[in-house]
């Protein structure tokens, strides 16, 4: 439980201010999980062309290093509990090319792949809450999955008990 005073403090009026004591903070008070979704689908195009869900091979069209794939599993989804930086992959796909004209597709005999893999966004990291697999009315494979971030109390975060005196 958090006990809040609303008063001045020395006297002085501290304009909407809350003091919170360094060691509550540290030992875990008002700290925050946000989850950030992820989705993610295997499409069934036109021509019997389709996305395909696994781990990319080297000379798909786009190719990220293999730093960025090592937590992959051999489906090409990543396995809960990971611990997940910006630029990691967290579910690996290839894309047949769209909008190849014509004369191309003489050109190169058979269709190169395109990498279109699902990362964390850059700036974010966190731990990999869960993983979830099914298909979709279509008989598409479909992938959802939640990462985890531990937010901690920063400056300028506002607070607001249930008297609604809001403070920052």
Known sequence: NVVVAVLSYLGYNMDDAIIINKSSVDRGLFRAMFFRPYK???????GGQSDVIGIPDKSVAGYRSEDAYRFLEEDGIIYPTAHVDSGDVLVGRVSPPRFVSAIDKFRLGIQKQVESSIECRIGE???????????????????????????????????????????V
């Open 125 to 167: 990291s966190g731990v990999v809450d869960s993983v979830f697999v099914t298909s979709t009315a279509d008989g598409n494979k479909y992938v959802s999955l939640k990462v985890r971030q531990d937010r901690r109390v920063e400056i300028g975060d506002k607070f607001g008990p249930r008297s609604g005196q809001k403070g």
């Open 40 to 46: 993610i689908e295997e499409t069934k195009y036109i």
